[in-house]
């Protein structure tokens, strides 16, 4: 039986410039590149085909942005084939970092190749509509081989896999960081057992958050004021380990597709004070990621 594939919507061709003036050297620790799909074409489980995504357009989004660094997620769609990250990380290898998908047919040299060309995690999608659960063991063995080269774990989840996986996710002895607040739903209150699991992780010295996907948690819609508690309450317990992100350009958004300025300008909402927004922009991701300070 054939698998129905999803087009995605397009990103807010008109991104707003941001009131927020984020400091020198902020990074967004969370977006993508898609394709092009005539140079990379999309892997063939993936379930989903976004327009393309380029390195040059993701450049210009981030200059309109005021956003010096990224980091750059491996998505889905091109599962274990890294070529397009990878190619853009090598545009501006100063101010680009990785994470990757990867598998057990890769071999030693395939990690040391995407650590040189500037990886420092992989990834593992979690979440139903982008393939489920992943082989487990398969995932252990990764991490086990990943670990010396000082990479940490990120994860993607649903509210749900919080719980499902909980002794799961608590008994890696590595960085692991979360994706999109753990896609905990704002109808669901902070006070949802998911995100309480979150709260309570995440005062493990080894844990790391990042405060994206406000579009995606959100009830209300635009400008997406009722993901702020969710952050703040992350902020609080760990000042030292958030990172922040756009998730540009938003694959599967079915609901509110965001403009970027809005997201920059949730900013100084989450983070209230210089200090707080310099470690989440800058420092932090400076610290995981090897940037310079």
């Given at each position: 039986m054939s698998t129905e594939i999803k087009t995605c919507m397009p990103p807010d061709p008109n991104t707003r410039t941001p009131e927020f003036k984020a400091p020198p050297k902020s990074c967004d620790s969370h977006c993508h590149v898609f394709g092009p799909h005539d140079v990379f074409p999309?892997?063939?489980?993936?379930?989903?085909?976004?327009?393309?995504g380029p390195k040059e357009k993701l450049?210009?989004?981030?200059?309109?942005?005021?956003?010096?660094?990224?980091v750059i997620v491996q998505a889905s769609c091109h599962g274990p084939d890294n070529s397009a990250m990878m190619d853009a990380i090598a545009s501006d290898p100063d101010?680009?970092?990785?994470?990757?998908?990867?598998?057990?047919?890769?071999?030693?040299?395939?990690?040391?190749?995407?650590?040189?060309?500037?990886v420092r995690g992989v990834r593992f999608n979690f979440v139903t509509h982008l393939g489920g659960t992943p082989n487990l063991a398969m995932m252990e063995r990764v991490l086990d081989r990943v670990k010396p080269l000082g990479w940490h774990l990120v994860i993607h989840v649903n509210a749900e896999d919080i719980i499902t996986f909980e002794d799961f996710f608590l008994k890696f002895d590595m960085d692991i960081v979360v994706d999109h607040m753990g896609r905990v739903?704002?109808?669901?209150?902070v006070h949802q057992k998911a995100?309480?699991?979150?709260?309570?992780?995440?005062?493990?010295?080894?844990?790391?958050?990042?405060?994206?996907?406000?579009?995606r948690i959100s009830?209300?819609?635009?400008?997406?004021?009722?993901?702020?508690?969710?952050?703040?309450?992350?902020?609080?317990?760990?000042?030292?380990?958030?990172?922040?992100?756009?998730?540009?350009?938003?694959?599967?958004?079915?609901?509110?597709?965001?403009?970027?300025?809005?997201l920059v300008d949730l900013v100084p909402?989450?983070?209230?004070?210089?200090?707080?927004?310099?470690?989440?922009?800058?420092?932090?991701?400076?610290?995981?990621?090897?940037?310079?300070?």
């Open positions: 999309y892997h063939p489980s993936s379930t989903y085909h976004p327009p393309d450049k210009a989004l981030h200059t309109q942005l005021g956003i010096d660094r990224a101010n680009y970092r990785g994470v990757c998908i990867a598998n057990d047919s890769f071999t030693d040299k395939d990690f040391e190749d995407l650590h040189a060309g500037g739903p704002t109808s669901e209150g995100f309480q699991i979150l709260l309570e992780a995440m005062h493990r010295d080894n844990w790391w958050a990042k405060v994206c996907g406000s579009e009830k209300a819609g635009p400008p997406f004021y009722d993901a702020v508690p969710y952050a703040q309450a992350l902020i609080e317990v760990a000042p030292d380990r958030i990172l922040w992100g756009t998730d540009w350009p938003h694959p599967n958004i079915s609901k509110f597709m965001p403009n970027d300025g809005d909402l989450i983070a209230r004070d210089e200090a707080t927004q310099r470690k989440i922009l800058v420092e932090n991701p400076a610290r995981l990621y090897g940037f310079d300070l």
